[in-house]
């Protein structure tokens, strides 16, 4: 049984256009480590880059070692503990009834939208021939099913998407939690910021039912080089028994955890339609993040209800300090060049109909 969460804080949508330049280059391995842990850092942060304004993108490379290398984090690392008081918005009262999407109309795929697209902003849609897409690395062999969908069978899927600028580390020019606060980007003025991210899913078998599906973006490439700081991310995660929850991660490898939610049926053996929106936003005039989970029971394309509403108004955890920043609960309020599908401890799964859309922040 779905149940639904709101914040009662959204308002009217300012619509930005989005610079769109260059194509994509491939990116490396994502993270291997369990959500809800942390890793010790080995040394100091990286010491701040100057600001856009006196730097050109490009004149510094901070340790980025090329795309390919693959995740080296420790399994078992030390544990976050929770901060002592809830996040500033916590999920709505399951009684609610449920939200429904506004007249936003359907993508390219007739999968209805909840918040509509920008103008000419960002966007992706998984292609007809998948592997043949430069802004598309699945990082595994996808077999393409007779209805269409495509089959995976990896029991450590990470499928990463590029903007049209595609991954350049070599233009990231810091990692500097202020600066990127500051700037509103890691890489370029059109990272993955603003989104509203959409995959239809089957899990056909499973090695532990515990384990999720997640949509994530807001950094890039999630491994130990550069300190973990290019791994930031939110993550909205769809577990295999049916629970949800959102994951702030604040470097690779750092989380911090929402609160469980049971909002369906396990998953094992239907397809449903599942959705992570993440957008900027105000909280008494200071920069915060709004995050939303959606999920479509039937895959019917068209019946979405909210099934998780959060609001991460810089008193959610976080240990931003690790990366330069002078407040470690920081919200993660700039763009990555990945957003990235990732599932773990799956034998099986066919999937159809991604996409990542642009979408304007809420004010």
């Known amino acids: ?66 795309p390919g290398d693959s995740d080296t984090s420790p399994d078992e690392p030390v544990t976050t503990l929770p901060p002592d008081e809830e996040p500033s918005t916590n999920p709505g009262d399951p009684s609610t009834e449920p939200e429904q999407p506004g007249e936003s109309g359907a993508d390219k795929f007739g999968v209805t939208m909840i918040h509509p697209s920008v103008s000419g902003g960002e966007q992706w849609f998984l292609a007809d021939d998948a592997m043949s ?47 990127l606060t500051s700037r509103g980007y890691m890489q370029s003025p059109n990272d993955w910021k603003n989104i509203e991210m959409t995959g239809f899913v089957k899990l056909n078998s499973a090695s532990d039912e515990s384990d999720n599906f997640d949509m994530y973006a807001r950094g890039g490439k999630h491994n130990d080089d550069n300190e973990g700081c290019e791994g930031s991310s939110y993550k909205g995660a769809l577990h295999f028994d049916g629970r949800a929850r959102f994951q702030k991660e604040s470097w690779h490898v750092s989380y911090e955890q929402a609160p469980y939610e049971q909002v369906t049926e396990p998953l094992t053996g239907r397809w449903v339609g599942f959705k992570t929106v993440m957008r900027n936003t105000q909280v008494n005039g200071k920069e915060a993040v709004h995050l939303e989970m959606y999920l479509n029971e039937n895959a019917d394309k068209v019946s979405w209800e909210k099934i998780y509403d959060f609001v991460d108004a810089g008193d959610w955890g976080g240990d931003a300090e690790h990366c330069g920043g002078a407040d470690g609960a920081v919200p993660l309020s700039w763009g990555g060049p990945i957003a990235t599908f990732r599932w773990d401890s799956t034998d099986d799964v066919d999937f159809k109909w991604l996409s990542v859309r642009e979408i304007a922040p809420e004010q």
Request: glycine share 8%; net charge negative; hydrophobic share 25%.
């Open 1 to 66: 049984m779905t149940r639904n969460r709101f914040l009662s804080s959204t308002c009217g949508a300012l619509f930005a256009l989005a610079a769109i330049t260059g194509c994509g280059n491939e990116a490396g391995n994502e993270d291997s480590n369990t959500p809800g842990q942390t890793e010790t850092p080995g040394q100091s942060p990286q010491v701040p880059a100057p600001s856009p304004s006196e730097q050109t993108p490009g004149q510094q490379t901070p340790g980025t070692p090329a």
């Open 133 to 179: 897409d430069s802004r598309f690395d699945p990082q595994d062999d996808l077999t393409r099913n007779s209805d269409g969908s495509w089959n995976l069978k990896s029991d450590k899927v990470r499928m990463n998407v590029f903007t049209s600028s595609g991954y350049k580390p070599n233009e990231i020019a810091t990692y500097d939690r202020d600066v």
